[in-house]
């Protein structure tokens, strides 16, 4: 009793803040780009799970899987310095990046830059061809996470 008690306590304090786990939503630009109002931990999970279904994976000698290819990170870029006076330091501009081989040795790419009062641009590369397998693999992902499309005005 006390846990339908909980849950209908946190269903009533989601309803009423009128956030009830908004995941964001995203927009399709052909076969290579995408748009989001995603948090950056949901487009981290959409990429990794991007690269765990189209990587070539090898095992080590103990039986364990691992993709040589993968390479990841990002950078960022911020306005004010630790310690002046006023506003702390902000950060203004991100870019990640993913990267890692198909079964046939040709490289994906899967870029995404925000910038504050923006929305995060993601862009998909794939040397061998269409970059549209990621980009399906990639909304997927999103969508298993609870994020909604959102149709082009296109």
């Not at 995060?120 to 909304?139: C, D, K, M, R």
């Amino acid at each position: 009793m006390k846990t339908l008690l909980n849950i209908l306590s946190a269903l009533f304090l989601a309803t009423v803040s009128g956030c009830a786990d908004d995941k964001g939503t995203f927009t399709v630009y052909g076969a290579d780009a995408l748009s989001t109002t995603a948090r950056n931990d949901v487009l981290g999970e959409a990429a990794w799970k991007t690269h765990e279904a189209l990587a070539h994976w090898s095992k080590d000698g103990n039986g364990k899987k691992y993709d040589p290819s993968y390479v990841g990170g990002g950078h960022s870029w911020s306005v004010g310095k630790a310690g002046d006076p006023g506003p702390a330091k902000e950060v203004v501009l991100t870019r990640g990046k993913t990267e890692f081989k198909d079964a046939d040795g040709h490289r994906f790419t899967i870029e995404a830059i925000w910038m504050k009062g923006a929305q995060t641009t993601v862009f998909f590369s794939h040397e061998g061809g269409s970059p549209e397998t990621a980009l399906n693999a990639y909304i997927a992902s999103l969508q298993k996470q609870g994020v909604k499309m959102k149709k082009s005005k296109n």
